[in-house]
């Protein structure tokens, strides 16, 4: 594992943007307002805004543990259906007898599979792989679903025609289940709401911190107070924003889980597997790489 | 994922309310108390209220992961219910042979089955689609169980009739067997009291902690005492509001694991794996939908 | 979930009581030979106390957690002896051929074995309904393990009469390893021991930090100095003494995991699933109910 | 459970004495060169070792978590080793068929199995009942391994003979990997060194500690300066040397995990679910007991 | 388990050096300019420094437990190949029948996968042991996925020569199908890049902690400035690096899983089982050994 990738700095700020001049402002105002008004002779112990600080670092910190946890979750599943899809191919290649050219459509409808599960998350259009299989299911809302379904149906008349016995058809499809379960498990992380009064217990709290803390700063120039004050929320916001992208690893941005070159990696296999001529394919030039 | 999802604030004040007001009243009687009688003379470093918030922030901390946790069980288990759903209708489509409609009655059976199962947790009267299966078990108090039962009866008819071979029988079964599994994982989650005496040890500590800040505060104006008190009261109790929201998953609330909308996805992807039509619906207007 | 039950507060208290005295005690006499001994011109910064009042905090959240996890477990593992009860029942509905009563049996012996479980972790004796099926184990020191050795029995000769095929007897062995299964993890949780050193390492440094305080307290009057070392050290004792009352979810207790709830509702469950009447149980009066 | 086991303080002490005197003499050192060196002029606002000491307190806290959880792991092992246990021979009872003494002789190797693996992890040399099976499997360096592949061997003549038909073979084989696969996971918690350089990391920083706190303390006498130091010190050693007890539980000290109560507990029921006159053990009078 | 393995502390420092000079020329940078600029007049409260600091700690606490738990995997998914290919070759013995050398040559097969899945993930050219395996899939670019191929490959022609039965090649088929899962859980392990966000937020509050730290000492002379932000920006960036060195363990480096000393355990067992004589290994002399 190597941390050198590079985040494109410029994406995070523009997703931030917004919300750090907000805070910005709102520093400002809170600032003038604690100088020029009737606030003038409110002041805080300093510990106040710390304790505040405290906790709301020990929310924010246990808050990225779980979107790391979601992310990593994410790469777990995905790890799975590497292994899954390499099961699947040993598996028939094991158990069909006579074999024919079953296997390579197997492999071939496994790794298309694999491209539309990524790009349905992603919410991309199909690319030209899939688009070949898609066009059988136009009435289904769910194409790698429908695909399972197809790899089902084959499983079926394999064992209808005797190339499969009882128990390897049950194998078989014990692993398309497994694929299944993955395929569910993405779209839940894809699909589930972060709980919303929990984020905006933690923004609210990032708001009361900004007003609390210039209070505590009084006897400091209001320079000095604003800009600690933006440099403070900023850091809660940034942390919360890392938190955010952490937590939705299938957005297409550049700390996904990298679910094309996965489905690559996963062609190449099933391919050298089966003895065909594996794709080439050219070094990804954007965003995360397995 | 998104965060925007409107979260009814009037909701949770309504639900707050009254305890804030208890910690308004509590903090004011506290202020006026230290400030007016004989405690007057008695102060505190600061640092000692400030130990107790450290402390108080890192047990409410872990609360609010462990309510996370349970949240996001909850949800992963209706991830489980969809992809086993799905499992057990493709695994009949494969396995079931001569097919006659059997597999469509499955179908629409474990349909209702999901949301039986939702409206059981969420302590609603059942819907029409639920009602007329929910009839024929009037001596049952599970409906939810009761309709695994039919589908284990009719797996048990198929093999009877030769048209599910014994491994087929035992496969469908284990995927019955995992659908048992994840009802009673939510009846679990929905049924489990948090210990009593951990909350009230919290409850307790948030109480304590707003006696102590006061005194802490003597050299400030009464104003400043109460309002500080109260921020800080108010702040953990709200950290620990949100922590039983997000803990009580299927309460028909914002924050619910979304089971109709669940049901809604199950029953459109059931009804085309048959080759149905699959029903409309509206898009949902209320509530956090999947 | 409701957070509403009542906790007996009596119960707590009498528990934690002398321990209580204790710190006051020695809090008490801390103070005194800090006053008026060689000790009155010895004093601390009060950052030093809270350092470690910090550390603490640290430690006893963990610990806390850790208690809360294994509470949770020995609840998740009820929650699989309820599914893994049902299925057991509906397994045998499904699969034995032509039936006669032997499911009723089954059914009868399986919520007994429940009772049984559940009583044995209690250390209490054994109720009527365990008790006929009891006296036929008298060799046994381990009665529910007895009652798995008498299904499994029953389920070899429903084999050895043709009523199940192999794979039906494998999957029902499945079923009861797993019900095995939830019976170790109940005693597992029963009889560890929590790692003593780990146990005294806490209980040690909350009497240090009742040493230390009252060092850093001395600008303060003797009577603060007392108050704000038992309040304190009350408050470390208190929360050590809730992760000791969470972890021992067996002990027959108002924290208890809700055994004898649980044990009625599975009865009632598979009562209803064998088309019997379900026995009435009247509403629990005492302790936790599901 | 019960937490009012022993701890033989003396052992715990043996074991960290020299890294306290160590640190005593370590403070000590530091303390002087503080108090009568050039560095008199030096001094730190204690906010500083502070800060250091919240970041260890917090990494230790973490440290002996993760301790925890590897101690937890290895009990849930044996506990999963007392399931399997059970469900072998309740599986052998059940599919064996004309049964013989063959059950019987499964269950003393199973029992033996038990104390061969403990008698292993803890590197003692094998007890009278290992022995009578190890003088068989001498070119084995791996005694617990051999006697699986022992009871594989009877397993294959059971079903050579007919007395087992092909899916009891099956089942019974998966019971014995489940055992394989505790009996694993026993042996890399045992051989799992915890990481080098997050030790070191550790330990650097409790000396960084002790070195700076006494540069913060310069206001106080050296008496204070070296007692302190030599306290926090010694309690962060204190912290670390728990972890490190726990995280080996298989180094035949108290706080181990009970394998040799855990084995007489298998052995009676083993015993007594074949049948035969279980042996009375001595109640223990030394070590944790399950 | 052992803490006295020696950690070259030269590599440590090695990786580090540059960040840690880095951050010296920066502190001292900063000192400078604080002391003999437009900023000497600036000045902060030193609780501003500290409370960046808690929440750095804090942060910095749950990344180096995510690591640990990343490193903790890849030790148990090793402990599971161990596991696995035992099962492997004791299911082979226990099946295969009539038994010819059939079982010795799954035996070196399976030990070579073992070398050749760890001489991949530290990317090493394969020893002679995995070369004479590897020289036959020259078209694979995983030659461990190719060996399971092969390992299936076999079973077939065991299963097709009625060696085994449909049942046993089954459960021999699942050993594989996990042996599959824990080599893609190690390229998972291996190639998962650490989220680039996450890692760039915590050196970027490293930094802002190096710029804050001198302002909040600007009462001290400037060497005690450069000296503590040194220290404190080092022992930060040497959490960081621990975490980093943790979260890889298949880099060849002494804090790696021990995959070699593993494989050579795995031969040993596995050339006893078959009756083969075992291979002598020089006792390692580098790096971790189980």
Redesign the interface.
């Known amino acids: 594992?190597?941390?050198t990738?590079?985040?494109p700095?410029g994406l995070?700020l523009s997703k931030t943007k917004y919300e750090l001049l907000a805070i910005v402002a709102y520093s400002f105002a809170i600032g003038i307002i604690d100088h020029y008004s009737y606030l003038e002779g409110?002041t805080?112990?300093?510990?106040?805004p710390?304790?505040?600080?405290?906790?709301l670092?020990?929310?924010?910190?246990?808050r990225?543990?779980?979107s790391?946890d979601r992310?990593w979750e994410a790469?777990?599943v995905?790890?799975?259906i590497?292994?899954d899809s390499?099961?699947l191919i040993?598996?028939l290649?094991?158990?069909v007898?006579p074999q024919g050219s079953t296997v390579i459509s197997f492999a071939k409808r496994q790794a298309a599979w694999c491209y539309a599960l990524g790009e349905s998350l992603r919410r991309l259009p199909f690319s030209d792989k899939v688009k070949q299989y898609a066009e059988d299911y136009e009435?289904?809302?769910?194409i790698p679903?429908?695909l399972?379904?197809k790899h089902?149906?084959e499983?079926?008349m394999l064992y209808?025609d005797g190339q499969l016995?009882?128990?390897?058809?049950?194998?078989i499809?014990?692993?398309?289940?497994s694929l299944?379960?993955s395929?569910?498990?993405c779209?839940?992380?894809?699909?589930?709401?972060?709980?919303?009064?929990?984020?905006?217990?933690l923004h609210f709290?990032i708001y009361?911190f900004a007003t609390l803390l210039p209070l505590g700063?009084s006897d400091?120039s209001i320079a000095?107070e604003v800009m600690?004050t933006t440099?403070?929320a900023g850091?809660f916001l940034?942390?919360e924003r890392?938190s955010?992208?952490?937590?939705?690893p299938f957005e297409n941005m550049?700390?996904d889980t990298p679910v094309t070159a996965l489905a690559n990696t996963i062609e190449?296999?099933l391919m050298?597997?089966v003895?065909c001529e594996p794709p080439k394919f050219a070094p990804a030039t954007t965003y995360?790489q397995?």
């Open positions: 594992m190597s941390i990738n590079k985040v700095v995070l409110m805080l112990p300093l510990t106040i710390t304790l505040l600080g405290t906790a670092s020990l929310l924010l910190a246990f990225i543990n779980q790391y992310w790469r777990t995905w790890g799975a590497v292994n390499r099961t040993r598996q290649q094991t158990f007898s009435n289904h809302t769910n679903n429908a399972l379904l089902s149906e499983v079926r209808l016995n009882p128990f390897q058809q049950i194998q499809d014990s692993t398309i289940a299944c379960d395929m569910g498990k779209e839940r992380i894809k699909n589930t709401v972060f709980p919303g009064n929990y984020s905006m217990l709290l009361i700063l400091y000095m600690l440099l403070f850091i940034l942390i890392t955010i992208f952490m937590q939705d550049p700390t190449i296999n050298q597997m003895a995360y397995l």
